[in-house]
């Protein structure tokens, strides 16, 4: 089985810094994932990891330490329309290729 | 990037009907789609694997004989809600990965299919 952990909710100003943890244990890991997700719609693609290390794409950022089972995704100059889920995402490859996801962090931008 | 377009976006239906939801990969193929469900409020629950030409592999949970699962091309795959219930109420989504072999790649989700069981 697998465990993927991450905060249920968060709240930050707008401009702001944002980092959001995610911890999971899994067998045969093929990469993590962060997608974002506003409520009623399709999850939408921010970040892959495999490797150990800080991917930076724009404003998001994510991280990867594969020997303490640990991401984060770093959001900077935060924005209203940054509300949303924030899902972590693993892949494994074993009995399949499979993405698992986390229960997902929701985010609120204030003002 | 890859297109996953699914059918149809909303669909309410009485209690005891079955409802079939459309998963296509516009641009390329996809050997494997996955069908997510998701409740309010939580995250996507992965419901099953869906194989081209070959059966579709559930997760522990999911009844196959309720959430019937077809992948007769490499660009479709649907899954038929049978005799659907009010506790199926639900955001079915469907995804599939623009690679090929290997299982990397981001996985692009359909637009997803919000089901209603009166």
């Known amino acids: 089985g697998q465990n993927i952990d991450q905060p249920t909710e968060m709240t930050a100003t707008e401009g702001a810094i944002v980092q959001i943890n995610c911890t999971y244990q899994t067998s045969g890991f093929n990469g993590l994932f962060w997608y974002q997700q506003h409520a009623g719609e399709a999850p939408t693609f921010l970040s892959y990891n495999v490797l150990d290390g800080l991917e930076e794409k724009g404003r998001f950022s994510s991280f990867l330490s594969r020997s303490k089972g640990y991401s984060y995704l770093l959001l900077k100059e935060l924005q209203m329309k940054d509300s949303a889920s924030y899902l972590c995402a693993v892949s494994r490859n074993t009995g399949g290729f499979k993405t698992i996801f986390g229960a997902g962090t929701r985010l609120f931008v204030k003002a | 990037g890859a297109v996953v377009s699914q059918h149809p976006s909303r669909v309410i239906c009485k209690s005891g009907t079955s409802v079939k939801i459309e998963c296509r990969s516009l641009?390329?193929?996809?050997?494997?789609m996955f069908w997510y469900r998701q409740f309010p409020k939580q995250s996507l629950m992965l419901m099953a694997t869906?194989?081209?030409?070959?059966?579709?592999?559930?997760e522990q949970g999911v009844e196959k004989d309720k959430f019937l699962i077809n992948h007769a091309s490499l660009t479709l795959s649907t899954l038929t809600v049978t005799s659907a219930h009010p506790e199926d109420s639900s955001f079915y989504i469907c995804s599939a990965r623009s690679s090929g072999g290997g299982g990397t790649g981001e996985l692009f989700f359909g637009e997803g299919s919000r089901l209603t069981v009166l």
């Open positions: 641009d390329f193929q996809a050997t494997t």
């Open positions: 869906s194989n081209e030409g070959s059966k579709a592999t559930y």
